[in-house]
């Protein structure tokens, strides 16, 4: 079992990954807590994304012609969110042993 004092370093650049994500997000328009989010669970990968996101006016404008997301998008989310929730599982998995 790995002592406390080993995760540190992962929450430490968890904590600051997740705060410039927190100030970009929120720069562009969308949930500081979200970009908070991206940044705390995904580190690098999450600074990719918020980097290569649309700032949030031209989204929605994109998205008030389209009336509605494609199904592309949905396909998207969903691996996503299956995704994310296989990794806690994971993550959850490992912590209780």
Request: glycine residues 10%; charged residues 15%; contains cysteine.
């Amino acid at each position: 079992m790995l002592a406390l004092i080993e995760y540190i370093p992962y929450i430490i650049v968890g904590l600051i990954m997740g705060v410039a994500c927190l100030i970009l997000h929120q720069k562009k328009g969308y949930s500081p807590v979200s970009g908070f989010l991206w940044g705390f669970f995904f580190s690098a990968l999450g600074l990719i994304v918020i980097l290569l996101e649309k700032p949030k006016a031209e989204h929605d404008k994109e998205i008030q012609e389209k009336k509605g997301l494609s199904i592309l998008q949905w396909v998207l989310i969903f691996v996503g969110v299956g995704t994310l929730l296989i990794i806690l599982y994971f993550v959850f998995l490992s912590l209780s042993h």
